[in-house]
């Protein structure tokens, strides 16, 4: 009898061990963008100022919106679905750009990512850097899905629509 005990618990102590061993360690996501989504489209520097008060509007609309979306990553996006988050790098000479981070995690206030922009006036980035943040440095947010269309992205809708027409657009940063 008291081999069976000590064989049962050799085993119950062993397999946790074995399990633990063979699960593989947590690594990034993998992002998943559609060929039909459209293309982030920079935009030069030009009047800045004025451009950041005409997005104001987008971002507030984002930030309203960003708890439903950070709340469904927690629980599990459908597959093939990848939370962006849109934040602005700055560098140590004051430059200042916007940029997308595919999001690995959320936790305790604070977003890992990995930078998705390629970044063309901010040094000390690259593209596919892994990025840290505080979910306060969120500017705007976009859930792409696998058939091309996005969730969110107010700023970047606004954006393309401004460029295609050169007059800010109505309307598209409503929620």
């Known amino acids: 009898m008291r081999v069976l005990v000590l064989a049962f618990l050799a085993i119950v102590v062993a397999v946790p061990g074995c399990a633990r061993a063979r699960r593989p360690e947590p690594g990034p996501a993998p992002v998943h963008v559609a060929p039909t989504a459209p293309r982030d489209a920079p935009i030069g520097a030009g009047d800045s100022a004025r451009l950041m008060a005409l997005l104001e509007p987008c971002r507030r609309a984002a930030l309203a919106a960003w708890p439903g979306a950070r709340r469904r990553f927690l629980v599990g996006l459908p597959p093939q679905q990848t939370l962006f988050v849109t934040t602005r790098l700055r560098d140590s000479v004051g430059r200042m750009e916007q940029v997308f ?27 596919g850097q892994q990025i840290p943040l ?29 460029q295609a027409t050169g007059t800010p657009p109505a309307g598209v940063c409503s929620p």
Do not use: C, H, Q
């Open 101 to 127: 981070v595919a999001v690995d995690r959320i936790e305790n206030g604070r977003i890992t990512g990995r930078l998705w922009s390629e970044v063309m006036r901010v040094a000390g980035y690259r593209r």
């Open 134 to 162: 505080a979910e306060a440095d969120v500017v705007d947010w976009m859930i792409s899905r696998p058939d091309g269309s996005e969730e969110g992205n107010w700023m970047g809708k606004f954006i393309d629509a401004y």
